[in-house]
């Protein structure tokens, strides 16, 4: 199987660092794993890289903001690197926190039900979707977060297609496609919260506001997938001037945080990770071991 390293972990635990290096160390190529690094424009709220180092990085400014950018979109795409990089006998590396996105890549995950014709739901709330979900299909809803409009969308689609989304999760095998190596960066959690709080703050002082600004300028609406990410759709009530701008920090501040507890959460339900502690270099330097065992074969 294609060997596929993968760094995965919440914002500002130094992701994007510790890949830089590794790419360095190992002859890798980058796949962007976030959902929102893809569109251009979209900068400074999704921490987008920006001095790649002379290492080759994908996934990233390629769409622009109405496009639709799915799990079934990332899957297809990530695969394309992934063989076009083993080809040239380098590491493809998979970089992000979005972690669904991850799992459909490595698992033999089917997202066909994405070539379907999608239902109309602009008149339905948030809640109004979930609790249809509720009763159509309770399991999936079980998975979904209330305000993951775009998932909710889709396991509606696919029950009005005639199967349920978790019967067909059912029936998939779980089996992963690569040889993955999966190494999530973790630090203490609070230190890491107020890393967060100080990585919003420094967003704002490199122009996170105007960013917004410009892009709404330009055509893009708060109804862009896009716009829907944490740093961006917390501006909404501030530009509808409803919230201060100290209020819109502080709610972006919260929802990073908030975020970075469901990550872990997931990652440790969903994947087999080796967790590396960011701030021990005894830990650092055995995880640099653990790959170049991993890469050479031995393990």
């Known amino acids: 199987m294609k060997k596929v390293l993968v760094i995965v972990g919440p ?3 130094g992701k994007t660092d510790l890949s830089l290096k590794l790419a360095k160390e190992f002859n890798g190529e980058i796949i962007s794993g976030d959902s929102i690094q893809i569109y251009k424009g979209f900068d400074i709220g999704s921490g987008k890289i920006k001095d790649m180092q002379d290492i080759k990085h994908f996934g990233i400014d390629c769409l622009d903001c109405h496009d639709s950018y799915s799990v079934y979109d990332f899957q ?5 690197h992934i063989d076009e990089i083993s080809q040239r006998n380098h590491l493809p590396m998979i970089v992000g926190g979005t972690g669904l996105y991850i799992k459909a890549c490595l698992y033999d995950y089917d997202f066909s039900i994405d070539k379907h014709a ?14 249809k979900l509720k009763e159509i299909d309770f399991a999936s809803a079980q998975k979904i977060h209330i305000n993951n409009r775009v998932r909710l969308e889709r396991a ?3 029950a009005a297609n005639g199967e349920l989304k978790s019967s067909l999760e059912n029936k998939q095998k779980h089996q992963m496609l ?3 190596l999966i190494i999530g960066c973790t630090m203490d959690r609070n230190i890491l919260y107020e890393r967060i709080n100080q990585r919003v703050l420094l967003m704002v002082k490199e122009g996170l506001k105007d960013e917004v600004s410009n892009l709404l300028a330009k055509g893009a609406t708060f109804d862009d997938q896009p716009m829907k990410g944490i740093g961006y759709r917390q501006w909404q009530a501030y530009f509808a001037k409803e919230k201060s701008e100290d209020e819109v920090i502080a709610e972006i ?11 872990y959460t997931w990652f440790n339900n969903q994947l087999k990770v080796h967790w590396v502690d960011m701030q021990d270099d005894k830990a650092i330097a055995n995880m640099y071991t653990l790959i170049k065992e991993w890469v050479d074969g031995r393990i």
Not at 76 to 80: E, G, I, P, V
Not at 118 to 131: R, T, V
Not at 253 to 263: E, H, L, P, T, V
Request: proline content about 0%; overall charge positive.
């Open 118 to 131: 999608k239902g109309d739901y602009s008149a339905f709330s948030n809640q109004e979707l979930y609790d």
């Open 156 to 158: 509606l689609d696919i």
């Open 253 to 263: 501040q919260k929802c990073s945080r908030n975020f970075a507890k469901r990550q």
């Open 76 to 80: 297809k795409l990530s695969r394309k």
């Open 178 to 180: 690569y040889d993955a």
């Open 11 to 13: 914002t500002a635990v």
